[in-house]
């Protein structure tokens, strides 16, 4: 697709379409979403509102599509426990909610292997800064400090920042 469409370029979907989306994952028809919306969204605009949303890509933030597969999997399990099923059914349904979970499972993982990189990319960062800032000071100050002095100070220093890293990391 060349153009961004609005739906694309929003953040987060609207509340109609967010109501649409939770009614289709009950398996609602778009008449009786119609109906449960008070006649607001002809039955045609929700189909055709729902095909929008299923072609748009990735229109669910994260956060949203952990909320929808939440709302998916109490629905399967509602449908579990509110009538009796055939072996069959149910197994179908608890294999829809074991493969729902999977994905949740694979959407954490990747989540917190993103988030180690972009610390281990920060503290990279951050040590190039301090190294620098301080071969400069080392520079600005090589008449006035004895160098083995100055020495003994960053390791003092580094000590002292390791100590605190320590200290935070063990409070989170």
Do not use: C
């Not at 919306?37 to 055709?48: D, K, M």
């Not at 069959?88 to 954490?108: F, N, P, R």
């Not at 006035?144 to 990391?169: C, G, N």
């Amino acid at each position: 697709m060349s153009t961004v469409t609005d739906l694309q370029r929003q953040s987060v979907i609207s509340e109609i379409d967010r109501q649409i989306l939770q009614l289709q994952v009950s398996g609602v028809t778009p008449e009786e979403m119609s109906r449960r919306l008070r006649g607001t969204v002809s039955p045609a605009r929700i189909i055709l509102r729902l095909h929008e949303l299923a072609n748009s890509g990735d229109y669910l933030t994260a956060l949203q599509q952990k909320r929808l597969d939440i709302l998916f999997i109490r629905e399967m399990l509602g449908e579990l426990r509110s009538r009796y099923l055939d072996v069959d059914h149910a197994k179908v349904i608890l294999s829809l909610i074991k493969e729902v979970m999977a994905q949740e499972d694979k959407m954490l993982a990747t989540t917190e292997h993103d988030l180690n990189t972009y610390n281990e990319a920060i503290g990279q960062q951050l040590g190039r800064v301090v190294d620098s800032s301080l071969a400069y000071m080392k520079g600005a100050l090589r008449e006035k400090v004895d160098p083995e002095l100055w020495d003994s100070l960053i390791v003092e220093a580094m000590q002292h920042a390791q100590a605190e890293i320590l200290r935070h990391q063990i409070e989170a």
